[in-house]
């Protein structure tokens, strides 16, 4: 049996109405100034606004950051820096999805120690206390609210860099099902095929251990089951609910056990294309799943048994699996096709080429190698 350590730093609030519990949690973590790092999108929303006030009325003075963009990057972090430096803030909130999050802790690290982003690249790289964080996501999708790692792009090539540190998970997640009824269908359909990737991937990874595959397990069965009921029915708590949940779950086997080629593949596409992480994973997930295939026979056919409704017969799990992930990804609309989204064939293999050097590509079950990239951006365009 495969030895591990396990630490929970982050503790959950998770319900209905439960982002009023930000009050008591706030009071209990002596925040005083806080700075509230949220997207643009969120202050349109109301939900700027709505946790202003019960931060408010729990007598904490609220300091707004909301100039980035998805998928933040280096000079959006310098800027929240630069904002909050004069502040004198004493905390951190992180209200929106993983940008939001990733945003959060990006600037936490900033204020708290020197130099720039680029120094806290890898783990344990905090050169201060890091200041005391809440996070509340909006969208059930990266799990960033339970990970110790900011995920931020180097402004200058787009490539993604992770910067984790303990002292980078939030101190409390609060997980309220009625703060994602504002999204658009298109966001649900994206973060929530990143969520279901997560379980797939962190269940399969070379760096899964008991602990965090019975994390994926669960996650893979909220998510895999509620998907489509929350595409279907926007207005149905109790499956957002259950993607909240799944998401975050999927976050924490992510912490224990990291993701494989899926990801390695797709940071490459947004680097270089822009394209939202959540499309990018939709496109080669299933690709990722079929070419994987023998290395993750067993590992694969456990989530098919898992799958309600969908339960597998034998064959190949791996072609069962990847079918059943096409399925999800058309209910959920997401591009089937790179070409359709301007990926031009001649691209392909320098796109391969940066995948089979990303930093997850030796937890794959199979290794990820500049022809195997090819393989599956040949198969997914």
């Given at each position: 049996?495969?030895?591990?350590?396990?630490?929970?730093?982050?503790?959950?609030?998770?319900?209905?109405g439960?982002?009023?519990?930000?009050?008591?949690?706030?009071?209990?973590l002596?925040?005083?100034r806080?700075?509230?790092?949220?997207?643009?999108?969120?202050?349109?929303?109301?939900?700027?606004?709505t946790?202003?006030?019960?931060?408010?009325?729990?007598?904490?003075?609220?300091?707004?950051?909301?100039?980035?963009?998805p998928?933040?990057?280096?000079r959006?972090?310098?800027?929240g820096?630069?904002?909050?430096?004069?502040?004198?803030?004493?905390?951190?909130v992180?209200?929106?999805g993983?940008?939001?999050?990733?945003?959060?802790?990006?600037?936490?690290?900033?204020?708290?120690?020197?130099?720039?982003?680029?120094d806290?690249?890898?783990?344990?790289?905090?050169?201060?206390?890091?200041l005391?964080?809440?996070?509340?996501?909006?969208t059930?999708g990266?799990?960033?609210?339970?990970q110790?790692?900011?995920?931020?792009?180097?402004?200058?090539?787009?490539?993604?860099?992770?910067?984790g540190?303990?002292?980078?998970a939030?101190?409390?997640?609060i997980?309220?099902?009625?703060?994602?009824?504002?999204?658009p269908?298109?966001?649900?359909?994206?973060?929530?095929?990143?969520?279901?990737s997560h379980a797939?991937?962190?269940?399969?990874?070379?760096?899964s251990?008991?602990?965090?595959q019975?994390?994926s397990?669960?996650a893979?069965?909220?998510?895999?089951?509620?998907y489509?009921?929350?595409?279907h029915?926007?207005?149905?708590?109790?499956?957002?609910?259950?993607?909240?949940?799944?998401?975050?779950?999927?976050?924490?086997?992510?912490?224990?056990?990291?993701?494989?080629?899926?990801?390695a593949?797709a940071?490459?596409?947004?680097?270089?294309?822009?394209?939202?992480?959540?499309?990018?994973i939709?496109?080669?997930?299933?690709?990722?799943?079929?070419?994987?295939?023998r290395?993750?026979?067993?590992?694969?056919g456990?989530?098919?048994?898992?799958s309600?409704?969908?339960?597998?017969?034998?064959?190949?799990?791996s072609?069962?699996?990847?079918?059943?992930l096409?399925?999800?990804?058309?209910?959920?609309?997401?591009?089937r096709?790179?070409?359709?989204?301007?990926?031009?064939?001649?691209?392909?293999?320098?796109?391969?080429?940066?995948?089979?050097?990303?930093?997850?590509?030796?937890?794959?079950?199979?290794?990820?190698?500049?022809?195997?990239?090819?393989?599956i951006y040949?198969?997914a365009?």
């Amino acid at each position: 049996m495969k030895p591990f350590v396990f630490e929970a730093s982050t503790r959950l609030i998770f319900g209905e109405g439960s982002v009023r519990e930000l009050a008591p949690a706030a009071r209990e973590l002596g925040f005083q100034r806080t700075l509230l790092v949220s997207d643009p999108g969120l202050v349109n929303s109301g939900h700027v606004e709505t946790v202003s006030e019960i931060l408010a009325e729990a007598g904490v003075q609220v300091h707004g950051f909301h100039d980035f963009a998805p998928d933040p990057d280096s000079r959006m972090v310098d800027k929240g820096a630069d904002y909050a430096r004069p502040l004198g803030v004493d905390s951190v909130v992180g209200l929106g999805g993983g940008s939001s999050m990733d945003c959060a802790k990006g600037i936490n690290f900033l204020l708290t120690g020197e130099g720039t982003i680029y120094d806290y690249q890898g783990y344990g790289r905090a050169r201060g206390r890091m200041l005391p964080m809440i996070g509340i996501p909006t969208t059930s999708g990266t799990g960033s609210e339970a990970q110790s790692y900011a995920i931020i792009a180097d402004a200058r090539t787009h490539v993604k860099m992770a910067c984790g540190d303990p002292q980078a998970a939030f101190r409390v997640a609060i997980l309220d099902p009625c703060l994602t009824l504002s999204q658009p269908a298109g966001v649900s359909s994206a973060t929530g095929f990143d969520a279901l990737s997560h379980a797939v991937e962190s269940y399969c990874s070379k760096r899964s251990t008991l602990l965090s595959q019975s994390f994926s397990r669960e996650a893979w069965w909220l998510l895999e089951r509620n998907y489509e009921r929350v595409l279907h029915d926007p207005a149905d708590l109790a499956a957002r609910g259950a993607m909240q949940l799944g998401a975050f779950y999927a976050g924490l086997a992510i912490e224990n056990s990291s993701v494989g080629a899926a990801h390695a593949c797709a940071n490459p596409l947004s680097a270089r294309y822009r394209m939202p992480h959540g499309l990018a994973i939709g496109l080669l997930l299933s690709p990722v799943v079929r070419w994987t295939g023998r290395a993750a026979e067993s590992a694969y056919g456990d989530l098919l048994h898992l799958s309600g409704g969908n339960s597998w017969k034998g064959g190949h799990a791996s072609e069962s699996l990847a079918r059943r992930l096409d399925e999800l990804a058309a209910s959920g609309r997401l591009p089937r096709e790179l070409r359709s989204e301007g990926v031009s064939e001649g691209d392909l293999e320098g796109l391969a080429a940066q995948a089979s050097s990303h930093w997850t590509v030796g937890f794959n079950p199979r290794r990820l190698t500049s022809r195997g990239a090819m393989e599956i951006y040949r198969e997914a365009w």
